[in-house]
């Protein structure tokens, strides 16, 4: 296909559109479904198990041309879903604020993020993507690297100890690589190829490179501006966690930099995607993990359960202390580490150190199994809580063992 048979397409009034432009509206009323976001009822649209297959796409992708005339009230999804303006404006309201995103540029929305859409005009045309969490992460374990911590927060969408409210705007309208892969990803929609998916993988990967490239790019310009604007603190923020990884504090930055720490943390959260503690931990486990590539066996802390530490018996301070970056590593942050272990050539893991109180042997195993999937094989076991001599291992009824 080429350009311009597909800006002829875009262009198009489909009969839905015709009908929202002559004055019909969509009843929302049929999406009964409603989640509780602070306490408040927000409609969610998608239906769970939603079977992302779209001709031409790889499965886990699909992208539709948003409907013109027809504003889309407050909602939430089950999927994480990426705008983008191929021409015109898009007026949105996203997490209570206003924003107009422009021509070229892209919306990241995880699945809980509540967002409505005003009514587009006939010269306005905007494109979701709808992502699967199993394709993101299979394209961004192959597109980038966690070593940035800049690039790191899209691994947000993926982690399981956020609450996916979080979104990010991509200020990439002077892209034309942006503008290119999506116009390339759109031509395999209208007339797929053969190779269509896997064409359209690619071109993926090769979109979410350039995104971070032009965040990044913002980022520094914010920087050289000397602006005390948030993208030049943000950049200072990071660089300083990169540098001091191995013995910073929350108020120490802080100071540094001028701010009150929960002002810092505030910051960081909206630009990066991850708290000041999440970025220290992630930083101190790549160097961990470098430190420790190419060995065959690794015994590792997989102390607690996030979700059980907080509804434990513990006093406040000391959940505190457990969770903070000085704490100890969670399920979650074991699973992580151990998948960078075991790509750079680990066989055996055995997870030690759990809590009493705020874990259990086989939820530990079964959340560091799960981000291992799809990766070379490992043997994982779990160590006694009394002594190592004899590694727990779990039989065919997934029940703890002592294994001779």
């Known amino acids: 296909m080429e350009i311009d048979e597909l800006e002829r397409r875009l262009s198009e009034l489909s009969a839905s559109e015709i009908a929202y432009k002559d004055g019909m509206a969509f009843d929302w009323s049929i999406m009964t ?5 602070d306490g408040c009822p927000v409609r969610k649209i998608g239906q769970p198990g939603f079977a992302y297959a779209q001709p031409g796409m790889p499965r886990g992708l699909t992208i539709r041309k948003n409907s013109r005339f027809n504003a889309v009230p407050e909602h939430v999804h089950d999927y994480v879903e990426m705008s983008y303006v191929y021409r015109g404006r898009c007026p949105q309201t996203v997490a209570g604020e206003r924003l107009e995103l422009r021509r070229n540029e892209v919306l990241l929305l995880d699945a809980l993020c509540p967002h409505a859409v005003a ?11 709808t992502v699967s969490r199993s394709f993101l992460r299979r394209s961004l374990e192959s597109s980038l690297s966690r070593e940035s911590a800049v690039s790191r927060f899209l ?48 071109l993926f990967q090769l979109f979410l490179v350039e995104l971070m490239d032009c965040y990044e790019r913002e ?15 943000v950049t200072g923020m990071l660089g300083y966690i990169d540098r001091e990884f191995a013995a910073c504090s929350l108020e120490g930055m802080a ?24 970025l220290v931990q992630e930083r101190r486990l790549v160097h961990a993990a470098e430190l ?14 996030p979700y059980m530490l907080q509804a434990g018996p ?35 893991l055995v997870l ?7 874990n259990m042997p086989e939820l530990a195993r079964q959340q560091t199994l799960s981000a291992l999937r799809g990766l070379p094989a490992c043997e994982v076991l779990v160590a006694p809580k009394e002594h190592m001599e004899h590694p727990v291992s779990f039989g065919e009824e997934r029940l703890c063992s002592l294994s001779g």
């Open 119 to 129: 009514a587009l005009g006939e010269d306005d045309i905007m494109l979701s993507m």
């Open 314 to 348: 513990y006093p406040y301070s000391l959940k505190m202390r457990v969770a903070g970056p000085s704490g100890h590593l969670s399920n979650p942050d074991c699973a992580v580490f151990a998948a960078d272990l075991v790509k750079s050539g680990t066989r055996t």
């Open 255 to 278: 100071a540094e930099f001028g701010l009150s720490p929960n002002y810092a943390t505030a910051l960081l959260k909206r630009h990066v995607g991850k708290t000041f503690r999440q």
């Open 352 to 358: 030690a150190h759990l809590s009493e109180k705020n």
């Open 33 to 37: 479904e409603h989640v509780e976001i």
């Open 219 to 233: 980022l520094v310009r914010g920087a050289a501006d000397g602006a005390a604007g948030p993208t030049a603190l």
């Open 155 to 202: 691994f947000n969408a993926l982690n399981s100890e956020t609450d996916h409210r979080g979104h990010v705007r991509f200020y990439c309208g002077e892209s034309r690589r942006i503008r290119r892969y999506m116009q390339e990803m759109l031509c395999e929609l209208y007339d797929p190829s053969p190779n269509g998916p896997e064409i359209v993988l690619r």
């Open 292 to 305: 420790l590539r190419g060995c065959e066996m690794v015994v590792l802390e997989s102390n607690h359960d």
